[in-house]
């Protein structure tokens, strides 16, 4: 049935939920950790804050095998190419978090030198706000997005 | 780090020899730095003379945009260092805005490669001599240098939600 | 809004500055300087060796005109640079490779670009400018009293480090000393901050080199560090706590608590780390003999820090230029004699536990006193004090709003920070915000002497030399 929550309107919904459910368990990120955020996400993965309770503690550097980037960190100018060159590699489903106040607005940081905010250049699905944010926001994030794919918000 | 006349006798024998070497080169110090203004044409000479008496260590290489100022708009400033005799010398070269021009310290510290680079992308002071002066930081396609003082910081003006921002 | 800003140059004028003259362009080299025969990658250290001209599109990239289009079909999307075959100096085929600057291993966004001859290293080319964040730029649009929000930034894995710079090069404008308890607790934070820094600089080296459960072991002391840094300064990372005239709260109570805490459980780890990695025959495989610098390449390059005293240069600028009261305190400075990768591992793990000697020490001298001068034209007056004195509530508007206004002068103030000498030339005229800020970032030297580590290397052996370089490109960039 279509709808807000689910534009494509074809699947039915135990099958979407199972789809859901399955795209959320072990989303692997794709390593792009550009600056201080980056630190703070390795602490997200590391022993004590344990992506790996969610299946995410394999960062993979192939964009195409990973289906989460997380953009940690400001973007420059000459990275924001890079940046949609790495996204458009990675193959659907992808979704994209912004880590941080550099990568979401632009940061402390209003100048000539940066891309302010990455959703200039790459479509974003969850914010995280903070400079850096502390694991436990990062993870509050990404469990937001799990949340967000799994009720079919983003039927992708 | 204090003032000249505590500094051991060494290092102020080598000071004392650039000075008598350059007699242009004007020594002072500035808050317990050693300071030396020298001129352009005289840079490369000096540093490689500072070289040979010991201060074998590069540091740092940077450029100040003054604007305004009857000796010359920008000022290149190099940083030496003496291990041995824990010795810290700047060199202070005044670079006139019309001719941003100065001749490349490569030959002597391979270490002004990338700080050279920097100050021709950010600056626009060109070396001459360098063996490759292309811009560093920002990408190759830009135009102008950010760090001058006519250049804008390049803030994105930021609209809140519930006021009507002129454009 | 006139025009979007394109995300690509960013230009956007500020309405103000649309009827400004453009600054008449600096001169450029000639094109044909440009592409001559050079390779000063290796200058004063080897002979010039023979290398092909390059194309019209500049000296940053490595391109081949016949080949761009076709790969440009494969990837779907103008590359930047391309692979590159052409006879090498002994007469086999050298391939281009491009590592980064999205990479596992370049320790940021660092981007190398690699010229092999089968396996061995001709030549390498580091390319930054990815993390340029304009951050001087910055410093000159803010005050003095938020400048340390910004140098913060800079190297991100020893914030208090650059703060301390900056607050030490504006109290030297300033001509203003800080009570002997701001020196202590400076002295605290910035050594247990070079243990955290040196704690993952150990987990990422042993991950690249394969060890991947160092990348758990060495986040796991980290976090008793940070867990610190979280109590006294209110954030994990980019604290904003040294401040021009002290450090901005006092330490809470408690602290002595945390700091035994720390020096009873980081210990135990770095002799774990040890065990694991100082006789361990594959890691000494790999890292003995690998990515020598020599003591007078590192002079000529301005490499300092672990890396010159791992090729036996005993040099530290808290034995040469002590800053901050750190002279009171007994530590060693290990050196050591064969400027390989395993002479780093080994000088930083023994930094790790000098720092944790400086920190006990501290603990146990920590003097009392103000934790900020009481100069009244640097340091806003305390809080309570608002509701009581009008004269402070100006003096703390105005700190706040305007800042305080730095005698005119320049200075150049260096420490010791976990990656080498971090510098800062500071210019000011008279005013509340600096004329100029140069950080000379340690790393900035480290990433240009690559060359002359990886030279005659096997391409295996980069990440090992990488790593052991510790960059960090916030300090690269800026």
Not at chain 3, 128 to 154: C, D, S
Not at chain 3, 173 to 190: D, K, N
């Amino acid at each position: 049935m279509a709808g807000p929550a689910n534009p494509s309107g074809f699947l039915t919904t135990t099958l979407q939920k199972a789809v859901g459910w399955a795209r959320t368990r072990s989303m692997w990120p794709a390593t792009f950790g550009l600056a201080c955020c980056a630190i703070e996400m390795m602490a997200t993965g590391a022993a004590h804050y344990d992506l790996g309770r969610f299946g995410m503690e394999v960062f993979r550097a192939s964009p195409r095998q990973a289906d989460l980037m997380i953009v940690a960190g400001r973007v420059s100018q000459k990275m924001a190419p890079v940046l949609r060159q790495i996204y458009d590699q990675m193959s659907d489903p992808k979704w994209v978090i912004s880590m941080g106040a550099c990568a979401s607005t632009g940061g402390m940081f209003n100048n000539y030198a940066l891309v302010q905010g990455v959703d200039q250049v790459v479509p974003v699905d969850v914010y995280v706000p903070g400079c850096p944010p502390g694991p436990q926001s990062l993870m509050h994030g990404i469990l937001t997005l799990q949340e967000k794919i799994r009720s079919g918000e983003i039927a992708r | 780090m204090s003032d000249p006349a505590s500094l051991p006798d060494r290092a102020a024998a080598l000071l004392a020899g650039l000075a008598e070497q350059f007699p242009r080169a004007r020594f002072g110090s500035s808050l317990g730095d050693q300071v030396v203004r020298v001129e352009r044409d005289d840079l490369v000479a000096f540093a490689s003379a500072a070289r040979e008496t010991g201060l074998t260590a590069f540091v740092d290489l940077c450029a100040v945009d003054y604007l305004d100022r009857p000796e010359g708009r920008f000022e290149v400033v190099v940083v030496l260092l003496s291990t041995r005799l824990c010795l810290r010398l700047r060199l202070l070269v005044a670079v006139p805005g019309e001719d941003p021009q100065v001749p490349s310290l490569t030959g002597v510290f391979p270490g002004a490669n990338f700080y050279e680079r920097e100050a021709y992308d950010l600056f626009g002071i060109a070396f001459s001599g360098h063996p490759e002066l292309t811009r560093l930081l920002l990408p190759d396609e830009w135009e102008g240098h950010p760090l001058r003082k006519d250049h804008p910081v390049g803030a994105v003006p930021v609209q809140f939600k519930a006021v009507e921002q002129a454009p | 809004m006139s025009n979007p800003p394109d995300f690509v140059t960013g230009e956007t004028e500020a309405p103000e500055m649309v009827n400004r003259p453009a600054p008449p362009p600096g001169p450029v080299p000639a094109a044909e300087e440009r592409r001559t025969l050079h390779d000063l990658w290796m200058a004063g250290t080897e002979a010039p060796r023979e290398v092909a001209r390059f194309t019209s599109e500049g000296a940053q990239e490595m391109l081949a005109e016949e080949q761009e289009p076709i790969l440009a079909g494969q990837m779907g999307a103008l590359v930047g640079d391309d692979y590159l075959s052409r006879p090498g100096p002994s007469g086999e085929d050298t391939q281009v490779i491009n590592m980064g600057p999205q990479h596992p291993s370049t320790h940021g966004v660092l981007r190398l670009q690699v010229e092999l001859e089968g396996e061995t290293i001709r030549r390498v080319k580091p390319i930054i400018g990815y993390l340029h964040t304009g951050m001087e730029k910055t410093a000159e649009a803010l005050t003095f009293a938020q400048g340390p929000t910004n140098v913060t930034r800079m190297d991100y894995l020893s914030p208090f480090h650059e703060e301390l710079c900056f607050s030490l090069a504006t109290e030297r404008l300033l001509g203003v000393e800080v009570p002997p308890r701001a020196q202590a607790i400076r002295v605290l934070m910035t050594e247990v901050n070079r243990v955290a820094s040196h704690l993952i600089w150990v987990a990422t080296q042993g991950m690249d080199i394969g060890a991947l459960s160092m990348m758990l072991y060495g986040w796991r002391e980290r976090e008793l560090c940070l867990a610190f840094f979280e109590r006294v300064t209110g954030l994990r990372m980019n604290h904003n706590y040294i401040r021009p005239g002290g450090v901005a709260a006092d330490l809470p109570d408690g602290w002595e608590d945390d700091v035994a805490g720390i020096l009873a459980k980081v210990p135990p780890g770095i002799a774990d780390y040890q065990d694991l990695l100082d006789d361990n025959p594959i890691f000494r495989e790999r890292t003995v003999g690998v990515g020598v610098i020599t003591a007078e390449e590192c002079r000529a390059y301005g490499v300092t820090g672990p890396i010159l005293r791992a090729s036996g240069v005993a040099w530290d600028l808290r034995r040469a230029f002590p800053y901050s009261g750190i002279d009171r305190y007994e530590f060693e400075v290990p050196i050591g004699n064969g400027g390989d990768v395993y002479d780093r591992y080994r000088v930083r793990i023994e930094e790790m536990k000098q720092s944790l000697r400086i920190v006990a020490q501290v603990a146990e001298t920590m003097p009392p006193g103000d934790y900020r001068t009481d100069d009244l034209k640097v340091t806003p007056p305390p809080r309570a004090r608002l509701d009581q004195s009008m004269e402070a509530l100006i003096h703390h508007f105005k700190l706040f709003t305007e800042g305080f206004k730095v005698p005119a002068g320049e200075v150049y103030e260096a420490v010791e920070s976990p990656r080498g000498e971090l510098g800062m030339y500071l210019v000011s005229n008279g005013e509340a915000k600096p004329w100029r800020l140069h950080v000379r970032g340690p790393s900035f030297a480290h990433v240009q002497a690559l060359p002359v580590m990886l030279a005659d290397s096997l391409i295996a052996d980069t990440v090992a030399t990488l790593a052991s370089a510790d960059p960090v490109l916030g300090d690269v960039d800026r």
